[in-house]
Nanobody
Framework: QVQLGESGGGVVQAGGSLRLSCEASKRTFNMGWFRQAPGKEREFVAGIAWSGGSTYYAASVKGRFTISRDNAKNTVYLQMNSLKPEDTAVYHC???????????????????WGQGTQVTVSS
């Protein structure tokens, strides 16, 4: 069993930046960030392979968000720049039991989930 804890959310003006962190209770393999806005389905944001050598982004955040990881700290990060009001959501990190070189954007590929951290972007 893996416990995940997110931090770093908050309120920021449009155009601003935030960095989210997700600390795992033990070593993890492929990791992902998802988000869920009120009344909407949970959606994929970004994912990173266990080695950190492969990343994958949703089209809506590509070029603005960067996912990275520090395996020595069992922590994955999401640097979010040029934030927009439509980025407002609860952001969840997720861990997969897979250590495939390719990163999945599908919810069912992830086995463990954090409680989430709220990100609010004001216009």
């Amino acid at each position: 069993q893996v416990q995940l804890g997110e931090s770093g959310g908050g309120v920021v003006q449009a155009g601003g930046s935030l960095r989210l962190s997700c600390e795992a209770s033990k070593r993890t393999f492929n990791m992902g960030w998802f988000r869920q806005a009120p009344g909407k389905e949970r959606e994929f944001v970004a994912g990173i392979a266990w080695s950190g050598g492969s990343t994958y982004y949703a089209a809506s955040v590509k070029g603005r968000f960067t996912i990275s990881r520090d395996n020595a700290k069992n922590t994955v990060y999401l640097q979010m720049n040029s934030l927009k009001p439509e980025d407002t959501a609860v952001y969840h990190c997720a861990a997969s039991s897979s250590h495939s070189v390719s990163v999945s954007s599908q919810l069912y590929s992830y086995d463990y989930w954090g409680q989430g951290t709220q990100v609010t972007v004001s216009s």
